[in-house]
């Protein structure tokens, strides 16, 4: 399996989130990266490459997923930014006014001048710093994700984009939950375009994958499934039901898996038999998974009990569908154990494909 990793992911590097009304150190640090980098080094699963693609094949792709009007946005956010008050060049930009959708009549049909509320308007929480170098960054993993899309493409049967920051939060425009660009929607869009007729999206994060269920919600050819912590008491609260079940079209095409806070490794691996026969009757002919590492029992933000040995089962059973596969790489916050509980996963995926 290659990896594909985005050289510029350092240059995001959020200083602080908003929690529960006051200031803490980001989850989402350039570390993560370095650790599973580091491992895949220690622990080689393949060649390691920084992607290649073509600015306009970028953009395009970047295209297919979400709407002009927020890439636009968040290509000139940090300039805008700092345009408002030079300080800001200082502190990481984060919103603190929102147009409440549904039924609160406020609209998003009209793009406020002033920036504040634009980032409001673009964006469902203040846990996700906006930086000097987050669109060069968000990029670059986007890129990873057409990459290891097009490997698969070419005839590998599995490929890894190693980006950060993380994308499965981030819908057709809005970011949040550390994402800016849903990279797994991007492969799995990359991969219907390249002629696969049915895709699914398979997301094992601890976060419901909320922006790839919305990127998705009213089309039939992408299946997204997630396995996640109830939305009752965990992040991203607002979706991520059992009951959402897909719309028009795509009814019948989302699987929510909630479990409870602190669910451990056998009900979890029975849950992953259950979104895999899902996959299975989809009849899907490729595959994308949302790798989250924050189902480990070490995770500082989250609530299941996955020890690290767990992961390689967890690989094994995702070779089981026999997909060509494209993994990305989403959350996973006890950084020390990353890089092994990553390659782990991956490594038992290797193993049971082989
Ligand atoms: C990709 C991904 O896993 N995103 C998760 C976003 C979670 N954001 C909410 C984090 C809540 C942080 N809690 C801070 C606890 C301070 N002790
Ligand atoms: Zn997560």
Not at 46 to 64: C, Q, S
Not at 284 to 297: I, N, Q
Request: hydrophobic share 45%; glycine share 10%; aromatic share 10%.
């Amino acid at each position: 399996m290659k990896t594909f990793h985005n050289p510029h992911h350092a240059a995001h590097a959020g200083q602080q989130e908003m929690f529960r009304g006051r200031m803490v150190p980001c989850h989402e640090v350039p570390a993560r990266l370095d650790f599973v980098l580091a491992e895949l080094q220690r622990r080689p699963l393949g060649a390691l490459h920084t992607p290649e693609v073509g600015d306009a094949a970028l953009d395009a792709a970047i295209g297919r997923v979400h709407s002009a009007r927020y890439v636009d946005f968040l290509r000139g956010a940090w300039a805008e930014w700092v345009a408002m008050d030079p300080a800001n060049a200082q502190r990481d930009a984060l919103p603190s006014v929102w147009p409440l959708p549904n039924r609160h009549g406020f609209r998003n049909d009209v793009l406020p001048f002033n920036f504040a509320a634009r980032l409001g308007l673009f964006s469902f929480d203040s846990g996700s710093p906006l930086t000097a170098g987050t669109w060069t960054a968000a990029r670059g993993g986007a890129a990873c994700a057409l990459a290891a899309a097009q490997d698969v493409v070419a005839g590998a049967r599995s490929a890894f984009a190693l980006s950060r920051p993380p994308g499965h939060h981030a819908g057709p425009d809005f970011l949040g939950g550390y994402c800016f660009l849903n990279n797994a929607a991007i492969a799995a869009q990359a991969l219907r375009d390249a002629g696969h007729a049915k895709v699914a999206v398979l997301d094992v994060d601890y976060h419901h994958g909320n922006g790839t269920q919305t990127i998705f919600y009213e089309r039939a050819d992408v299946f997204t499934v997630s396995i996640h912590g109830d939305p009752s008491t965990e992040y991203p609260f607002f979706l991520g039901h059992a009951d959402e079940r897909g719309a028009d079209a795509g009814e019948g095409f989302n699987l929510n898996l909630p479990l409870p806070r602190g669910t451990g490794f056998d009900t979890w691996r029975a849950t992953l038999a259950t979104a895999l026969q899902a996959v299975s009757d989809a009849g899907a002919t490729a595959l994308v998974v949302p790798m989250g590492l924050d189902t480990f029992e070490g995770d500082p933000i989250s609530g299941f009990t996955l020890k690290s040995a767990d992961y390689f089962a967890v690989g094994e059973a995702l070779a089981g569908a026999g997909l060509p596969t494209v993994f990305t790489f989403e959350g996973g916050y006890a950084v020390d154990a990353v890089g092994t509980n990553a390659v782990n996963l991956l490594e038992g995926f290797q193993q049971a494909a082989a």
